[in-house]
């Protein structure tokens, strides 16, 4: 399976004010369009390692969708990320088989952009945030993600991502799910013990191209910072490192979970 980013997204209350938010602090930001049979639509900001970035808003409520209950009951900022997949269908079976039962899917999406093009994709989603959902483009993908060079440019210098933490309750148990995830093929490192005191057990994992970090609750002392995120949010992303950047953030980008 292929392990590099595909996209992290980002619920956002307004797209047309947070367009302009990230343009302020530097990004180049393309409309992306509507989501075809549901409320939600969004911009890109294009990356030159191949990911990028998703501001998705929604025009009305969508209790079924775990992003927007997210931005309902939290607020803005970062719900998730994906993996890029030649094959959603086949790792999905695969997962599955392996005894990753929360990974659902497939589930169809479909785009149409501000031109007019169509744009259709296939995706398997998790039913918690602590591990990454898988995105597979049907029509070619550079109509899902342009690869017009400008789009890639950004006057504060980032080029990539390099780093996701994610927030999860139960280490261990997260562990199993991306280990069911990636396969047998993929070994995991050991977990790190809490030797700064920071109450935080982690786990570094590099993946193509950039690298999770997975942190939980030691029992023993709990990390202020991480347990109010958990309380807040629950499982996910709770911050990306942009490669490239320099200097410190201002909001909304460090209310939404980046730093240089």
């Not at 639509?41 to 409520?61: C, T």
């Not at 030649?86 to 990974?103: H, S």
């Amino acid at each position: 399976m292929n392990l590099s980013l595909d996209h992290v997204v980002i619920a956002v209350d307004d797209l047309s004010r947070s367009i302009e938010q990230y343009r302020a602090l530097g990004f180049t930001v393309q409309p992306g369009g509507d989501h075809q049979g549901r409320s939600s639509h969004n911009a890109l900001i294009l990356l030159a390692d191949g990911s990028y970035l998703e501001l998705k808003a929604w025009r009305s409520p969508a209790p079924e969708e775990r992003w927007w209950a997210t931005l309902d009951k939290s607020g803005e900022g970062l719900v998730d990320f994906a993996l890029l997949s030649a094959d959603p269908v086949g790792d999905l079976a695969a997962a599955r088989a392996r005894g990753l039962d929360t990974l659902r899917g497939p589930v169809p999406g479909e785009r149409l952009r501000p031109d007019g093009q169509q744009v259709k994709w296939t995706t398997a989603r998790h039913d918690t945030g602590d591990v990454p959902f898988l995105c597979g483009d049907i029509t070619p993908r550079n109509l899902r993600v342009p690869e017009d060079a400008a789009l890639l440019q950004h006057a504060n210098g980032a080029t990539g991502v390099a780093l996701i933490t994610v927030a999860v309750q139960d280490l261990d148990a997260t562990l199993a799910r991306w280990s069911a995830l990636l396969g047998p093929e993929f070994t995991l490192p050991a977990t790190g013990d809490d030797a700064a005191g920071l109450g935080i057990r982690s786990v570094r994992i590099a993946l193509t191209g950039f690298d999770v970090v997975l942190q939980g609750l030691t029992s023993e002392n709990s990390n202020m910072a991480l347990a109010k995120h958990l309380a807040l949010r629950g499982e996910g992303a709770y911050e990306v490192v942009l490669r490239g950047t320099s200097g410190h953030w201002v909001s909304p980008a460090s209310e939404h979970g980046f730093r240089a």
